[in-house]
């Protein structure tokens, strides 16, 4: 990952919402999705992109979101390591959208289009028929 990555761990869903919000709207970053952390109702928010939107995003995030409820911590890595998107794009985080996912609906799409397809034409088909009978 080369981008800046930003955590907003918050306690409940609501002060999550509020720092993620403050975060696409106080900087140009992107919103990785959050993930529900095991007890206590915590929520951490995900975000990339450049180092200095990030951090002012996380800032803007830690604020607002304190408005709302408990901010139990923040960070902000600037370019993360390799071994670690795994951890950061884990199938708990909610909100991603990855490559292999977008395919399958992409897939799953044709799939859909080629059985519609075949219903028309059997259906023009059928058309002709009756037309050529009368």
């Not at 696409?24 to 928010?45: D, H, P």
């Not at 200095?52 to 890595?77: D, P, Q, R, W, Y």
């Not at 670690?84 to 490559?99: A, C, F, K, L, P």
């Amino acid at each position: 990952m080369k981008e800046a990555l930003g955590l907003i761990e918050t306690v409940g869903m609501a002060a999550a919402i509020e720092a993620a919000d403050t975060c696409v709207k106080s900087a140009n970053v992107e919103l990785i999705g959050y993930e529900l952390t095991r007890g206590q109702g915590m929520v951490t928010v995900k975000i990339k992109g450049d180092v200095g939107a990030v951090k002012a995003a996380v800032e803007s995030a830690k604020v607002s979101a304190g408005k709302v409820n408990k901010v139990v911590s923040t960070l902000v890595i600037p370019r993360p390591a390799q071994g670690i998107q795994g951890i950061i794009e884990s199938d708990s985080t909610v909100g991603i959208e990855r490559e292999e996912d977008n395919k399958k609906e992409a897939l799953e799409d044709n799939k859909e289009v080629e059985i519609v397809k075949e219903e028309v034409t059997k259906q023009d088909e059928k058309k002709k028929m009756q037309q050529t009978k009368k």
